[in-house]
């Protein structure tokens, strides 16, 4: 049950009337404050006839980030009560014949003494158990970058994003031009002002492809990255010990670490791969941002695919990266790059994007810039349906990254770590304080 919070409602009746009035005081007292939501799903087109009852349905408030749950009932229908007036995204997911159910609706508003009814409609994602990458996931993503307070002269900053993929199944894969693209969205760095039509709504786009700012991949001939069952693959901006590079500033600079603030820094030395693109960008006449983009000689580069103006390397988008996994039939030329022309803030912009057909797509997760941000998902629900965010971001340099769960029940049968894989960023990933490259679990 979502119990009310004193300062919320005073704030509430703040917003409402301009200022605290003695029958605000009172609604305090006798609640009149709350209402209710009651959601009820519709079964998938692929599954008419199944079962309804027994779904996970999980209600956020925009406001406060508060969490409600509960299951739906014989009838597909689940109740919140006494939930305060505000804005609520709501998520449905569950399992039927081992396929994984989803659903969302983001947006509901509760109003006072009233109940809201939200209908959501749920997909079935269906799963190729003889692809050869089946199991192949991303574990964790850090994109937002460590904060200024842990950094003496800017020695993390934005060099220290990584991501990690992990094979979730019970068979090797072989990673050799396995491909990894950040989707890009008009509107990550700023939502305030920038009230262009999101990509997902654009009536002028080929739904088909999801749009790349930075595409890389994983180099092979076909037999020399081979990732085992349970094993993880890291791939990092800068593969550097960042907790020596902290030591080594501040020693420059002569300023002093805080041993507790150096517990959140990381090393990503242990990463398998790095992003390097300075040389390959000056091949193209290009700039090459030798300050951000470094090279350890002794950590394989992955290969450059594309880069968009004005990017000069690869950098994740902090205020959101939404990344995907995927591997072409073909290569990708300069013939799969379009042109996307949008309004912000009353200018017409354009920026060169790369297609990535959606059914070459093996993995995405999808996260904004804050849980009010549902409009700004860049992946489509038949990659992602669901967007994780970082609580009370201020668009970057936040020191959370973004890591998925573990399904616990599928760990103690297979008798290693299985992560939770319900094609909702929603309910498979959540923000840790400090990330956790190559580690962090133990089921």
Known sequence: MTRFNSLTGILFCMTAAGFMSVSCMDNMDDESYLGSLSVTVEAPEAYPDMELSGL???????????????TTDDKGTA????????????SVSGTYEGTSINGVDNGVLVE????AYSTVSLTATTVDLDSPYYGLIIKEVFYSGHSYNYDPA????????????????????????????????????????APA????????LDHNHVYASLVIRIPGDGDDYLLEPGESFLVATNAINFK????????????????????????????????YAVQWLQDQGRTGNDYFDLDNPDVPNMDNVYIADPYDYFLLDMSGGSLIVFKPEEELTDEDVM???????????????????????????????NMESARWKRLPDVVDIGFGYIPNDDGSMTNFSQ??????????????????????????FEPIDPPTPKGGFNY
């Open 56 to 70: 996970t349905v999980s209600i956020l408030s925009t406001a406060d980030g508060v969490q409600s749950t509960q």
């Open 79 to 90: 109740l919140f009560e006494e939930l305060t007036a505000g804005t609520y995204n709501v």
């Open 112 to 115: 006072s003494q009233l109940t």
């Open 154 to 193: 800017t020695a993390t900053m934005l060099k220290d994003q990584f991501f990690e993929l992990y094979n979730n199944g019970d068979k090797a894969i072989y990673l050799d031009g396995v491909h990894i693209a950040d989707a890009w969205t008009p509107a990550t760095a700023d939502f305030e002002s």
């Open 197 to 204: 039509v999101s990509m997902r709504e654009d009536p002028n």
């Open 244 to 275: 020596e590079e902290v030591r080594r500033a501040a020693e420059e600079y002569e300023t002093t670490v805080d041993q507790t603030q150096l517990s959140h820094i990381i090393d990503l030395s242990v990463a398998n791969m790095e992003t």
């Open 339 to 369: 042109i996307y022309t949008y309004t912000r803030d009353g200018n017409v912009n354009e920026q060169a994007l790369m297609k990535i057909p959606v059914d070459c797509i093996i993995d995405g997760a999808d996260f904004v810039n």
């Open 403 to 428: 890591r998925r769960k573990v399904d616990a029940e599928a760990s103690a049968k297979a008798g290693r770590t299985i992560f939770q894989d319900t094609n909702n960023t929603t309910n498979d």
